[in-house]
């Protein structure tokens, strides 16, 4: 599976590219993360625990970054198995300057996925995807705009 989309963030483009790789706004921002903790330059391991359809479980994942070229672009790949199965994702993320002291997020991803949770069907792992993606960017909108108030 695969998709893409894009969201305006309060703040200049360097400060929410930094905001993004923080473990704690990552930690806050993931559904189901457990903990995250940084495991190496670019690497971060994380507990999760997610529910898709009737097969819900903990994931041990890792969670690397490539291609970091700051304060524009970063690629993501995601790997986490489980009870339910594995799940093998790679993001690629672009940071663009907008008007007002505001960032333009764009993003494609690809995903694969394995196990009982690959029985649930391409149509509804698809949308699932997209609620997880949509719900962590909403989120780190909402904590950039918490700190824009605070600073």
Do not use: W
């Not at 305006?8 to 930690?27: A, I, R």
């Not at 970091?68 to 339910?84: L, S």
């Not at 698809?126 to 700190?147: H, N, P, T, W, Y």
């Amino acid at each position: 599976m695969n998709g893409n989309g894009k969201m305006e963030l309060p703040g200049l483009k360097e400060d929410v590219f930094n905001s993004l790789l923080e473990p704690e706004l990552l930690q806050k921002c993931m559904m189901g993360c457990k903990k995250l903790e940084k495991i190496g330059e670019n690497k971060y391991a994380a507990d999760l625990s997610v529910g898709i359809a009737a097969v819900k479980g903990k994931y041990e994942a890792t969670i690397q970054l490539e291609d970091v070229e700051f304060p524009n672009h970063y690629k993501i790949i995601v790997h986490g198995e489980g009870k339910p199965g594995f799940v093998n994702a790679e993001g690629v993320i672009d940071l663009s300057d907008l008007e007002n002291e505001e960032t333009l997020l764009e993003y494609t991803y690809t995903a694969e996925v394995g196990g009982k949770v690959a029985s649930i069907g391409q149509r509804m792992l698809g949308g699932v995807a997209k609620l997880i993606i949509s719900d962590f960017f909403k989120k780190a909108k909402k904590e950039l705009q918490r700190r824009e108030k605070t600073d």
